[in-house]
């Protein structure tokens, strides 16, 4: 089944304690990015690449890392997370860019930084 | 910043009405997308519409993009319970610096059985 899948759904952690959310995609897209979503803020772009060992920032991108080692992964890095990183994340990917491709989105990974 | 906003935020229909959502961006795009989200879960891709296409069809869904207007509509007919669920517009904001959608704050589409 062609899907989009983040781990873990849902997280809990302690300011400062690096996490990492990984995300992986097995239709053999060439774009994939993240967002965050917030009450009131809808949904913003934190990084997205285009193909492999190419990305870029988004709207919101400090605090965050991501790297681009595969095609099919590409992993959001918290290396010291803060409570104003609390918020649900969304992986997406794309065919080739995003030209006229729909994204197709992971479940989610609920973040709660205490 | 936002590109798209949806109007209404809210809205809620008996089952069997149609639901009419709006959505105007600000700037030029290439193509403009409808997704749906059920609650907490991941965004779904309704329908793409591309800047030199007025209407188009999917279904119960009808999508319509008036350019010099810089505004869009999706039509849901004959409602279901299951259309409940929040409805978002993204605009293709590619060939502006980057690559990427911009999502407006969504419309909660509430189907009363």
């Known amino acids: 089944e062609a899907q989009v899948t983040q781990n873990p759904r849902y997280l809990i952690t302690v300011t400062g304690k690096k996490l990492t959310v990984t995300c992986s995609q097995n239709?053999?897209?060439?774009?994939m990015s993240w967002y965050r979503q917030d009450p009131g803020l809808g949904l913003r772009q934190i990084y997205y690449s285009m193909n492999v060992e190419v990305t870029d920032k988004g709207d919101v991108p400090e605090g965050y890392k991501v790297s681009r080692k595969e095609k099919r992964n590409f992993p959001l890095i918290l290396e010291s997370p803060s409570p104003n990183q609390t918020s649900l994340y969304f992986c997406?990917?794309?065919?080739?860019?995003?030209?006229?491709?729909?994204?197709?989105f992971g479940n989610g990974t609920r973040l709660t930084v205490t | 910043s936002q590109q798209g906003e949806e109007d209404p935020q809210a809205l809620s229909i008996q089952e069997g009405e149609n639901a009419t959502m709006n959505c105007s961006y600000k700037t030029s795009i290439n193509n403009l997308q409808w997704y749906r989200q059920n609650s907490g879960r991941g965004l779904v891709h309704l329908i793409l519409i591309r800047s030199n296409e007025r209407e188009k069809h999917s279904g119960r869904l009808r999508v319509t993009l008036d350019t010099s207007k810089k505004s869009s509509s999706l039509l849901i007919t004959a409602s279901r319970a299951a259309d409940t669920a929040s409805y978002f517009c993204?605009?293709?904001?590619?060939?502006?610096?980057?690559?990427?959608?911009?999502f407006g704050q969504g419309t909660r589409l509430t189907i009363n059985p």
């Open positions: 993204a605009t293709d904001a590619t060939g502006q610096g980057a690559q990427k959608l911009v």
């Open positions: 997406a990917s794309s065919l080739r860019g995003l030209g006229n491709s729909p994204l197709h």
């Open positions: 239709m053999n897209h060439e774009y």
